[in-house]
């Protein structure tokens, strides 16, 4: 995402499992390819969240995992976790490691106190699958429209006033 959003430098990528209805293949991918995969309307979101409300997000993932309804299940980019799925709900999470390049393994524990950038959908920055975490505790919320042109996608951002 930071290639295309470099105004957000998200550190971390977060979308629900439910909005991806296809696979994308490796290599060049047409628009059509992109809308039967992601055949949602949602926009794309920069927020800030607090490492503990980051933790708490990704434990309510972990909630799900295993369940009927995978919908839930976040799909993450930039930060490492380590889980136990055999834990009861809610003690599954055992680690949570954003990705840091000045450290010799790449990451570093996530702080509780400290604000990350996260880019998601706007499905899930109003709340959308039971995140209301991420509704209720993010703050400098940006949303982006994105028109695709020939080459690479043009980006407007629109701030919330």
Excluded: E
Excluded at 109 to 119: F, G, I, L, P
Excluded at 135 to 153: C, E, L
């Amino acid at each position: 995402m930071g290639k295309y959003f470099p105004a957000a430098a998200c550190q971390v990528a977060l979308l629900n499992g439910g909005s991806l209805r296809a696979s994308i293949p490796q290599g060049n991918i047409s628009f059509v390819t992109v809308n039967t995969a992601l055949p949602f309307t949602d926009t794309v979101t920069s927020l800030q969240l607090q490492g503990s409300d980051l933790v708490a997000v990704l434990q309510q993932s972990l909630n799900v995992f295993g369940a009927v309804n995978q919908g839930p299940f976040l799909q993450i980019r930039g930060i490492r976790v380590t889980y136990n799925p055999n834990n009861p709900v809610g003690l599954r999470l055992m680690s949570a490691m954003i990705a840091d390049p000045s450290t010799p393994s790449g990451y570093s524990d996530v702080k509780a106190s400290t604000y990350y950038t996260v880019c998601t959908n706007s499905w899930l920055q109003t709340g959308g699958d039971g995140y209301t975490t991420i509704a209720q505790q993010a703050i400098g919320v940006f949303p982006y429209v994105i028109t695709v042109r020939q080459g690479a996608p043009s980006v407007y951002y629109f701030p919330i006033v």
